[in-house]
């Protein structure tokens, strides 16, 4: 449970800084109380995280050699596209990209719905936007993963710590820190992650149980 926990963690934490989600918590603390903020995007990311870990036991039954490669595989690819992505950008890069897509998704939602003028409303906004932006990113597919071959109250407890600061960070000094923030240097750092994760993998070797 403790590798579980930690990988989780780890990967969580990087590959989450920065990213989109990050900012749409930014941009909804700025507007919006920020404990009420903290507690959609938490609960939206939480529930994301135990569904992501439902869908890896689901895959878990598959015989365990043809999951073990699917693994070293997965996260090898992940890792390898990160790191392409990095050196494609350049040294001064901030998280541009990420930042103007979060307020594409906030001023979307700000012209469709009136939602965010009650603490019930900001609540379901907070929960409603990060959800929908969470859907289907890498962290997911990687949580999904990980839950297939680990322990999985280890992967949920650990996505659920990552989510949380990672959420803390964003409402508490977003605004400080998001100027400060290298795409490049973080989709590096997690680039190299994967493949760490990835070589940890091959080494292990099969496993019959969950760790």
Same mark, same amino acid.
């Given at each position: 449970m403790l590798t579980a926990f930690t990988a989780?963690?780890?990967?969580i934490t990087i590959s989450e800084l920065g990213d989109k989600t990050f900012f749409i918590a930014v941009i909804l603390s700025s507007k919006y109380d920020r404990k009420i903020v903290f507690a959609g995007?938490? $609960?939206?990311l939480a529930t994301m995280t135990v569904l992501s870990v439902a869908v890896g036991r689901i895959f878990s039954f598959l015989p365990?050699?043809?999951i073990h490669y699917a693994e070293i595989i997965l996260f090898a690819l992940f890792g390898f596209k990160l790191l392409y992505d990095a050196s494609k950008m350049a040294p001064e890069a901030g998280s541009n990209d990420e930042q103007e897509e979060a307020l594409e998704v906030v001023k979307k939602a700000d012209q469709k719905f009136v939602i965010g003028k009650t603490k019930w409303g900001t609540l379901l906004e907070s929960f409603i936007l990060t959800f929908a932006a969470e859907w289907?990113?890498?962290?997911?597919? $990687?949580?999904i993963a990980l839950a297939t071959f680990h322990?999985?109250?280890?992967?949920?407890l650990g996505g659920i710590v990552g989510h949380t600061i990672c959420a803390a960070i964003a409402v508490l000094g977003g605004k400080l820190i998001a100027g400060r923030l290298s795409e490049r240097t973080i989709t590096a750092i997690g680039g190299c992650l994967f493949l760490v994760f990835s070589a940890i993998a091959l080494f292990e070797g099969v496993r019959s149980t969950p760790a």
């Open positions: 989780t963690l780890l990967l995007v938490v $609960a939206a365990p050699i043809y289907g990113d890498r962290t997911q597919i $990687a949580t322990n999985p109250y280890g992967v949920i």
